[in-house]
C-alpha cells in the first residue's frame, strides 16, 4: 500500500512562504498525488494534485520530485486562515485515499 | 447548492443502541463515502459506495451498515453502539467513481458529525 511520510508539525510567520514536504516513496506510476487540508473543526478540503508535473492553482503550488518519491505544497503567502492540518495523499486500493495524521501548520502572527 | 450536508452535528448514545447518521449531496455525484477521524489521528474509510444501489467496504467497515437506495442520499447505521465507536464522522462525495482516477476527482466533505458513546 503506497503510504506518505510528513513531518508532525511546522510554523511559518503570516505573509511568508510555506513548503510542506512529503515522502511517497512507494508511489506506483500512475497515482496522482492530492493534498487536502483540515481546517479546525471542519471537514477535509481539496487543495491541489499532480502526477509528474508542478502544479499551480489559486491555493497552492505543488512542486513533484523528478523521481516521485516525494513533493512539496507551498503556499506563497501564509495567513492565519492558512493553520490547518495538511494531508499528503495517495491512493490505496480502487477508492480510498489514505489519509495519514498529516502536517499540523502553525502561522505566527 | 447546499453540498454535502450531514445531521445530526452532535449525537450522544448509550451502548447498544442503534442510530443513523444522516449524508445527502445535491451535486448529482456517483461516489459516496464514509470515514471516521478519532482525536488526533487521520480519516480511515468505513464504507463506500459508486452509485445507487452498490456499496463495498472500507478499511474499518465492523459495526456499521451502509445502503444507497439512491444518487443524493448514503445513510450510515450504527448497529449497536459502542464507546470505541465513539468519534467524529465525515461523508464525502466526488463526481467519478474511484477516488484515484487520473483527472483527480476532488472530493467534497460534509461537516461531521460527533458522535458520543457512553
Known amino acids: 500500500d503506497a503510504k506518505t511520510t510528513q513531518p508532525n508539525s511546522m510554523e511559518s510567520n503570516e505573509e511568508e512562504p510555506v513548503h510542506l514536504p512529503c515522502n511517497h516513496s512507494?508511489?506506483?506510476?500512475?497515482?496522482?498525488i492530492h493534498w487536502y487540508r483540515q481546517l479546525p473543526s471542519q471537514g477535509p478540503e481539496y487543495v491541489i494534485h499532480?502526477?509528474?508535473s508542478n502544479v499551480n492553482n489559486r491555493m497552492a503550488s505543488l512542486a513533484i520530485a523528478e523521481d516521485r518519491k516525494s513533493s512539496t505544497l507551498i503556499l506563497h503567502r501564509a495567513t492565519l486562515r492558512d493553520a490547518a492540518v495538511y494531508y499528503c495523499?495517495?491512493?490505496?486500493?480502487?477508492?480510498?485515499?489514505?489519509f495519514g495524521t498529516g502536517t499540523r501548520l502553525t502561522v505566527i502572527p | 447548492n447546499a453540498g454535502v450536508t450531514q445531521t445530526p452535528k452532535f449525537q450522544v448514545l448509550k451502548t447498544g443502541q442503534s442510530m443513523t447518521l444522516q449524508c445527502a449531496q445535491d451535486m448529482n455525484h456517483e461516489y459516496m463515502s464514509w470515514y471516521r477521524q478519532d482525536p488526533g489521528m487521520g480519516l480511515r474509510l468505513i464504507h463506500y459506495s459508486v452509485g445507487a444501489g452498490i456499496t463495498d467496504q472500507g478499511e474499518v467497515p465492523n459495526g456499521y451498515n451502509v445502503s444507497r437506495s439512491t444518487t443524493e442520499d448514503f445513510p450510515l447505521r450504527l448497529l449497536s453502539a459502542a464507546p470505541s465507536q465513539t468519534s467524529v464522522y465525515f461523508c464525502a462525495s466526488s463526481y467519478g467513481a474511484r477516488v484515484g482516477l487520473p483527472e483527480g476527482n476532488e472530493q467534497f466533505f460534509g461537516p461531521g458529525t460527533r458522535l458520543t458513546v457512553l
Open positions: 512507494t508511489i506506483s506510476g500512475t497515482d496522482y
Open positions: 495523499i495517495l491512493p490505496f486500493g480502487a477508492n480510498n485515499l489514505f
Open positions: 499532480g502526477l509528474t
